[in-house]
């Protein structure tokens, strides 16, 4: 693999950091201040529009979309993407500036690679211009969801139409103002094999019977304007053409959507990490204790050396699975893909626990982004899978075959 980053994305990549140092960095605090004073804080700040509209005239919009689907996008593979997506992770809601956050982006790939014609003009479009937010709705309270096949959400078909009935939580996006579509995974036929049983289908945050219960919080942060919702369907009717793709092809799709989806959250989380050494690297040669900076302690060069190496290997892990992805597909590439998501969401914990023990109290206060940071990154390893089922299934793969 060639680690050089293509003239393509050494271009976007001066851009993107060029529109964070200008736009995104200076406007943290003021973001951050506008959600909490706001009586809705599930309502998206306005001053995100304005950077919504400075990011499209700048040509960093919808990144992540490879080359299939342009004009809608960049058109770059996935290893293009992947520095791009590190920058954008280290201010948690600057991906949404870019037309690249979760769990958008996943809704996104779902409906340009399966959604019909008539989909793909009703939701996937005002997505794409940015009008509108969505959720994605698989986990529920009652079942271990790390096995996709385990839900037990219903979707049945009555005539024309599917009802739907099941509780979901965690359900990625559903709590901000502007949601306005969901992506539900459910059965529609639980008979059928392991595999056959799931269907996804699109749901309209207002449809009579969906219930947002209540905003779940993630290690005691709410991620607002974001948001995860406990939801209740109860009933709900929605037309038969809402079905993506078609019965039985749910599990399918969600092995289409989590491959890249896995690439993002680890670049992301990279991100994370390599701003919280950077930070970690300025308090430590301002800090001064015991007489001296704390960058003159033996011990404090060791951690931040650690952190240093333990983000490369992990950054290099990462855009080695992007580069499989590229050449040889999901499928081919999956043992590496689940070496990525073992790996990097477990550094991030690592190196930003360690920013925080190096900024002391600041650490873990509100004036830092640390403690955010380590509540997503610590989220990230149950997320798309937990650490266990990855390498459980890693272990099998590489087990098989050196055995067959």
């Excluded at 960095?25 to 003021?30: D, Q, T």
């Excluded at 539900?184 to 799931?198: F, I, N, S």
């Excluded at 998501?341 to 900024?359: G, R, S, Y």
């Amino acid at each position: 693999m060639n680690f050089d980053y293509s003239e393509k994305t050494l271009d976007l990549l001066e851009k993107l950091k060029a529109f964070m140092d200008e736009h995104v960095y200076p406007n943290e605090h003021e973001y951050h201040d506008l959600v909490a004073n706001n009586p809705n804080i599930w309502q998206t700040p306005s001053m995100m529009e304005a950077l919504k509209t400075k990011a499209k005239a700048a040509g960093l919009w919808n990144l992540f979309l490879p080359k299939e689907y342009l004009p809608l996008g960049a058109g770059l593979s996935n290893l293009e993407y992947a520095p791009l997506c590190e920058e954008m992770g280290k201010v948690l809601f600057s991906g949404e500036i870019f037309n690249c956050s979760a769990p958008d982006t996943g809704n996104m790939e779902v409906l340009s690679k399966y959604g019909s014609e008539a989909q793909k003009q009703e939701w996937l479009m005002p997505l794409l211009e940015g009008k509108i937010r969505s959720g994605f709705a698989m986990t529920e309270p009652e079942v271990a969801s790390s096995d996709a096949t385990n839900i037990e959400t219903s979707i049945e078909k009555d005539g024309d139409e599917y009802v739907i009935n099941g509780r979901k939580w965690y359900t990625s996006g559903a709590m901000n103002t502007n949601c306005k579509i969901l992506i539900v995974m459910g059965k529609t036929d639980p008979r059928a094999a392991r595999h056959e049983q799931q269907s996804q289908i699109l749901v309209p945050l207002d449809t009579k019977g969906v219930n947002v219960v209540r905003a779940m919080s993630a290690m005691g942060y709410l991620d607002e304007p974001i948001g995860h919702a406990e939801v209740v369907f109860d009933n709900v009717r929605v037309p038969a053409s809402n079905l993506i793709l078609g019965e039985g092809r749910g599990f399918e799709i969600a092995q289409g959507r989590l491959g890249p989806g896995r690439i993002h959250h680890c670049m992301r989380l990279i991100g994370c990490a390599q701003r919280a050494l950077d930070m970690a690297c300025e308090r430590v040669d301002q800090r001064v204790a015991f007489g001296q900076p704390l960058a003159k302690q033996q011990s404090v060069r060791e951690s931040i050396a650690k952190m240093y190496c333990k983000i490369e290997q992990a950054r290099l892990l990462t855009l080695k699975a992007a580069d499989h992805m590229d050449k040889y597909g999901n499928k081919v590439a999956k043992n590496i893909i689940a070496a990525i998501k073992i790996v990097a969401p477990k550094m991030a914990c690592e190196v930003i626990d360690e920013a925080i023990q190096l900024h002391g109290a600041a650490g873990t206060s509100q004036d830092t982004i640390l403690s955010a940071t380590l509540a997503y990154a610590r989220t990230i390893r149950l997320a798309d899978g937990p650490d266990q089922v990855h390498m459980m299934q890693l272990g099998r793969n590489l087990i098989q075959a050196k055995a067959s």
